[in-house]
T-cell receptor, first 114, second 112 residues
Framework: GESVGLHLPTLSVQEGDNSIINCAYS??????FIWYKQESGKGPQFIID?????DKRQGQRVTVLLNKTVKHLSLQIAATQPGDSAVYFC?????????????FGTGTRLTIIP | DADVTQTPRNRITKTGKRIMLECSQT?????MYWYRQDPGLGLRLIYY???????NKGEISDGYSVSRQAQAKFSLSLESAIPNQTALYFC???????????FGSGTRLTVV
């Protein structure tokens, strides 16, 4: 069946270090993969997305890598800051004749250690 | 003001009661969604709507109903609340772009 999941539920990183959050997916029909950040008491916020025909995309301090061979997605956050502490979700978007839906992974809690 | 507003933010209700969660948006998006978030399970889609006359079931629609009264409003109802519906509920809108989803701040519902 379809699933989007994460390898690690928690991750602690020293402030200033880089962090990598991983995600596995199983649906090859997804056209976009998206990373969201959820801070306590808030809804998920868009961080970065990557189209299924790409293997890397960079944003401000974030990079998403997509390996379709092993159906793996990762989010790299460079020079982590205390404000990066949050739960991070990957999601895959599947479009079917104009109907698109997001399927979310279970989330990884990232804690930045001062 | 928030682009996507959910009310109430928190609610405690008794088993068997009917409860409605409201969502309104100022994004002008046609597409609206209701998700449920449980610890360790991520967000799961309950219902979604692509315009005022369109209602679609998500993966966990049993026990829920929705109403799309206008483009800007999408409400979620629990006809007879049960304890395993205790969760965090999120409303979202989209313009069909992958980066175009906007989530509300959530409604924490507790059924006792």
């Amino acid at each position: 069946g379809e699933s989007v999941g994460l390898h690690l539920p928690t991750l602690s990183v020293q402030e200033g270090d880089n962090s990598i959050i991983n995600c596995a997916y199983s649906n090859s029909a997804s056209d976009y993969f998206i990373w969201y950040k959820q801070e306590s008491g808030k809804g998920p916020q868009f961080i970065i997305d990557i189209r299924s025909n790409m293997d890397k995309r960079q944003g401000q301090r974030v990079t998403v890598l997509l390996n379709k061979t092993v159906k793996h997605l990762s989010l790299q956050i460079a020079a982590t800051q205390p404000g990066d502490s949050a739960v991070y979700f990957c999601a895959e978007r599947i479009s079917n004749f104009g109907n698109e839906k997001l399927t979310f992974g279970t989330g990884t809690r990232l804690t930045i250690i001062p | 003001d928030a682009d996507v507003t959910q009310t109430p933010r928190n609610r405690i209700t008794k088993t068997g009661k009917r409860i409605m969660l409201e969502c309104s948006q100022t994004k002008g998006h046609d597409r609206m969604y209701w998700y449920r978030q449980d610890p360790g399970l991520g967000l799961r889609l309950i219902y979604y709507s692509f315009d005022v006359k369109d209602i679609n079931k998500g993966e966990i629609s049993d026990g829920y109903s929705v109403s799309r009264q206008a483009q800007a409003k999408f409400s979620l109802s629990l006809e007879s609340a049960i304890p395993n519906q205790t969760a965090l509920y999120f409303c979202a809108t989209s313009d069909n772009r992958a980066d175009g989803y906007t989530f509300g701040s959530g409604t924490r519902l507790t059924v006792v």
